[in-house]
């Protein structure tokens, strides 16, 4: 049977990756549409920039974590999002350059797999 903290844990890490989305996808947009940034390099900083808001946030409210090893917390946390980040840019060159599904649908559905990947990470490493 699954904890209801951690199903509670899953949702606050949802609603902060949906801020995290705000973030990613605005910085995308405007580097690519507006800037005519390549579209892999406006979706890495969108990614980054999210991922860093994204810490923050989770660290103080889903997981409450208190440790004092606040560097390499936010060491981990990055390094799982860049992972992240290559799942996401691979998933978003599959869907979008392969399959030739709009870029922006490609860029939602690479969101929700990594969303996965990321909290499974973060639960058992960065915040355990």
Same mark, same amino acid.
């Given at each position: 049977?699954v904890?209801?903290s951690?199903?509670?844990?899953?949702?606050?890490?949802?609603?902060?990756?949906?801020?995290?989305?705000?973030?990613?996808?605005?910085?995308?947009?405007?580097?690519k549409? +507006?800037? %005519?940034?390549?579209?892999?390099?406006?979706?890495?900083?969108?990614?980054?920039?999210?991922?860093?808001?994204?810490?923050?946030?989770?660290?103080?409210?889903?997981?409450?974590?208190? %440790?004092?090893?606040?560097?390499?917390?936010?060491?981990?946390?990055?390094?799982?999002?860049?992972?992240?980040?290559?799942?996401?840019?691979?998933?978003?060159?599959?869907?979008?350059? %392969?399959?030739?599904?709009?870029?922006?649908?490609?860029?939602?559905?690479? !969101?929700i !797999?990594?969303?996965l990947?990321?909290?499974?990470?973060?639960?058992?490493?960065?915040? +355990?």
């Amino acid at each position: 049977m699954v904890d209801i903290s951690f199903i509670l844990k899953f949702l606050k890490f949802c609603a902060v990756g949906l801020s995290g989305m705000a973030i990613d996808f605005g910085t995308t947009w405007l580097l690519k549409e +507006k800037l %005519r940034v390549n579209k892999y390099i406006a979706n890495s900083c969108g990614f980054i920039l999210a991922a860093s808001s994204n810490y923050i946030l989770n660290r103080v409210w889903t997981f409450e974590s208190h %440790r004092l090893q606040i560097f390499s917390e936010y060491f981990s946390f990055v390094g799982i999002s860049v992972a992240g980040l290559a799942l996401n840019n691979l998933f978003v060159y599959f869907f979008s350059d %392969r399959l030739k599904w709009n870029f922006y649908f490609s860029k939602f559905l690479a !969101i929700i !797999i990594v969303t996965l990947w990321n909290f499974g990470m973060n639960f058992l490493f960065t915040f +355990k």
